[in-house]
């Protein structure tokens, strides 16, 4: 890497800079590398297949960290792009892409910037790591932090998910339940982490969560063969994920290794729908931002009110990137009811065979909204990206997943009870 450039105001910052945002503005850093030196290597194929890593980690050259072998012993990304035939069809779409994150090592995509934080941790000798999460980048920090034999700290909120909580504390995170929300335990993460000195994983604000989820873009191109997909549909918090695909994205253009840019679209509930709301705004103002000063968007913050906890998040902490991404990749933003939510996770079980927490669903969901609002056409080449395991909430699932025959240990029961059943090939 070369150095950092504010998202907001544009300055450059040097690669030894040691803070985590803009001085002069507190903007959200980008990190650079030298994309014209990486090209005049030649192979674009050999700067993804460096070293004996079959995992995200294999992008070296892209990748802010020297020694590889600082990175957590997992297997974080290479996740499969299963084609969802009957899936789309359900949406009245040709081809349909899913992206599996939940077959990460913590089942949720969060392992791929939790996994680059704790190898430059490693690399930089940190001993502790702290960070603020829903849920999901915390599990995945307290997985990397066991992985790599480092302790963590993680600031959640008070109400998040059993299952969540259950694996933070299985990995032996130290966990602080904030009696508050996730932007409470955001907050006070980062003040915790200036007195101590840890190393803070904070998403947005830890300008390498963008770098370790943009490998996910890198993977999908790949995945697509030689054409890129039209676009990616993005579940949408924070707004990290959805601005490090885009960055992903953006990086292998600069290389050459695609000569056309998919659209990335932002899904969110409507409880949740500050980056949404943002995205129409501006658009109604003219899609650019005055003098293309991105300083002067502003991101109202909302009371956040959704059953999808991942994407729960009142200010989004990397909503300016996030805004960006949607206004120049000419994505869309869009925001789902949650009951819209809850009929997207059994259609993606039942029609797809992957079971996902509502976050996920409510990308599938939006793309069903794009569709029906005649803002996707059918032939489009759509990746969704499923970003966690719905093992994650299984009483959300339950909520819409019906309930079983129960019947007596006897053969008659048990044929009476199948007797209402009409079996139906899909
Ligand atoms: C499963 C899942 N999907 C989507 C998101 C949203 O990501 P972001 O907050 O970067 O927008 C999260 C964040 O916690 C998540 O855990
Ligand atoms: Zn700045």
């Given at each position: 890497m070369t150095g950092y450039v504010c998202i907001a105001c544009g300055q450059d910052w040097p690669a030894d800079f040691s803070g985590y945002v803009c001085r002069t503005c507190g903007g959200n850093l980008d990190v650079q590398y030298d994309y014209a030196a990486i090209r005049a290597e030649g192979d674009p194929k050999r700067w993804f297949t460096a070293g004996p890593r079959t995992d995200q980690f294999r992008f070296g050259a892209l990748l802010p960290v020297r020694d590889l072998a600082c990175a957590p012993p997992l297997r974080v990304g290479a996740t499969p792009l299963y084609l969802a035939t009957r899936l789309g069809a359900m949406a009245g779409l040709d081809a349909v892409y899913l992206k599996d994150e939940g077959l990460n090592p913590s089942q949720s995509f969060k392992d791929r910037a939790s996994a680059m934080i704790m190898a430059r941790a490693v690399e930089a000798g940190v001993a502790v790591v702290a960070g603020a999460s829903t849920g999901n980048a915390g599990s995945s920090l307290a997985c990397m932090a066991a992985a790599a034999g480092r302790p963590c700290v993680v600031f959640v909120p008070e109400r998040a998910p059993p299952?969540?909580?259950?694996?933070?504390?299985?990995?032996?995170?130290?966990?602080?339940?904030?009696?508050?929300?996730?932007?409470?335990?955001?907050?006070?993460?980062?003040?915790?982490?200036?007195?101590k000195g840890w190393l803070n994983r904070n998403t947005?604000?830890?300008?390498?969560?963008?770098?370790?989820?943009?490998?996910?873009?890198?993977?999908?191109?790949?995945?697509?063969?030689?054409?890129?997909?039209?676009?990616?549909?993005?579940?949408?918090?924070?707004?990290?994920?959805?601005?490090?695909?885009?960055?992903?994205?953006?990086?292998?253009?600069?290389?050459?290794?695609?000569?056309r840019l998919p659209r990335v679209d932002c899904a969110q509930a409507e409880g949740s729908a500050a980056i949404t709301r943002a995205v129409h705004r501006l658009r109604a103002e003219g899609s650019v931002p005055p003098d293309g000063d991105w300083r002067s968007v502003t991101i109202e913050p909302v009371p956040a009110c959704t059953l999808a906890d991942s994407i729960a998040v009142d200010d989004p902490r990397d909503g300016l990137a996030a805004v960006r991404a949607v206004v120049e990749s000419g994505g869309e933003a869009v925001a789902v009811p949650d009951e819209a939510i809850l009929e997207a996770i059994k259609d993606i079980a039942r029609h797809a065979g992957v079971f996902v927490e509502p976050s996920c669903a409510c990308a599938w969901?939006?793309?069903?909204?794009?569709?029906?609002?005649?803002?996707?056409?059918?032939?489009?080449?759509?990746?969704?990206?499923?970003?966690?395991s719905g093992l994650k909430d299984i009483a959300s699932a339950r909520k819409v997943a019906g309930a079983p025959l129960v019947v007596d240990p006897d053969l008659d029961a048990a044929l009476g009870a199948l007797d209402s059943v009409s079996f139906e090939v899909d």
């Open positions: 299952a969540k909580l259950a694996q933070l504390l299985i990995f032996g995170a130290w966990v602080i339940a904030v009696r508050g929300s996730y932007d409470d335990a955001f907050d006070l993460c980062a003040r915790v982490c200036e007195v947005g604000f830890n300008p390498f969560t963008r770098e370790g989820k943009k490998t996910a873009a890198f993977e999908i191109l790949e995945q697509c063969g030689d054409a890129p997909p039209d676009r990616i549909v993005v579940p949408t918090g924070d707004g990290n994920i959805i601005s490090g695909i885009w960055k992903g994205l953006k990086e292998a253009h600069a290389l050459g290794l695609i000569t969901a939006a793309l069903r909204a794009l569709k029906a609002q005649g803002k996707v056409e059918s032939d489009e080449r759509v990746v969704v990206l499923l970003t966690g």
